[in-house]
T-cell receptor
Framework: QQQVKQSPQSLIVQKGGISIINCAYENTAFDYFPWYQQFPGKGPALLIAIRPDVSEKKEGRFTISFNKSAKQFSLHIMDSQPGDSATYFCAASREYGNKLVFGAGTILRVKS | DTEVTQTPKHLVMGMTNKKSLKCEQHMGHRAMYWYKQKAKKPPELMFVYSYEKLSINESVPSRFSPECPNSSLLNLHLHALQPEDSALYLC????????????FGPGTRLTVL
């Protein structure tokens, strides 16, 4: 119940294309869903986060779509750029629980 | 300023050595975390400090010993490590314990020979 399943493991997208990464969770107590971006040799950096009271959140080229009934959320990267090439982790946590449960990660490569 | 700093960047140690990792934040955050990350894997939580008190210990072996001297500093003392402990050690902080954004440092790349 604590797992967050992330897919795909790796993704290759052409420059200008849309990158889509999906995550699914079991624990209905989760109420905070962040996405982290990690470049090689660096720590993860928060990209965007959503709470279950909204179905979509957009920040620049990055959009989270959230489906509470299906217990799924996804990251869309519009107009993908080579600089977006990184590993992306979805995560989930519950209020007062403090523990972030991470997905396995997706290695994104954007070809120029 | 959302910066978490970690020193050293790289550390190589033998199995009999004692060393320490240091983490610092000046954002006024009251929760601080240690994570371990192996290559191509997500970060794994090790310890959580909330208001300078140990809040969560994820059953980490005693050869890892955390310390929170004050609200801005977090140390991880290492002793008698094993080669399988080689990993990227990440520090993070958040405003408080709960569903707050966690800000990660750049990590310390540890190699145990």
């Amino acid at each position: 119940q604590q797992q967050v399943k992330q897919s795909p493991q790796s993704l290759i997208v052409q420059k200008g294309g849309i990158s889509i990464i999906n995550c699914a969770y079991e624990n209905t107590a989760f109420d905070y869903f962040p996405w982290y971006q990690q470049f090689p040799g660096k720590g993860p950096a928060l990209l965007i986060a959503i709470r279950p009271d909204v179905s979509e959140k957009k920040e620049g080229r990055f959009t989270i779509s959230f489906n509470k009934s299906a217990k799924q959320f996804s990251l869309h990267i519009m107009d993908s750029q080579p600089g977006d090439s990184a590993t992306y982790f979805c995560a989930a946590s519950r209020e007062y629980g403090n523990k972030l449960v991470f997905g396995a990660g997706t290695i994104l490569r954007v070809k120029s | 300023d959302t910066e978490v700093t970690q020193t050293p960047k790289h550390l190589v140690m033998g199995m009999t050595n004692k060393k320490s990792l240091k983490c610092e934040q000046h954002m006024g955050h009251r929760a601080m975390y240690w994570y371990k990350q192996k290559a191509k894997k997500p970060p794994e939580l090790m310890f959580v400090y909330s208001y300078e008190k140990l809040s969560i210990n994820e059953s980490v072996p005693s050869r890892f010993s955390p310390e929170c001297p004050n609200s801005s500093l977090l140390n991880l003392h290492l002793h008698a490590l094993q080669p399988e402990d080689s990993a990227l050690y990440l520090c993070a902080s958040s405003q408080a314990q709960g569903t707050d954004t966690q800000y990660f440092g750049p990590g310390t790349r540890l190699t145990v020979l």
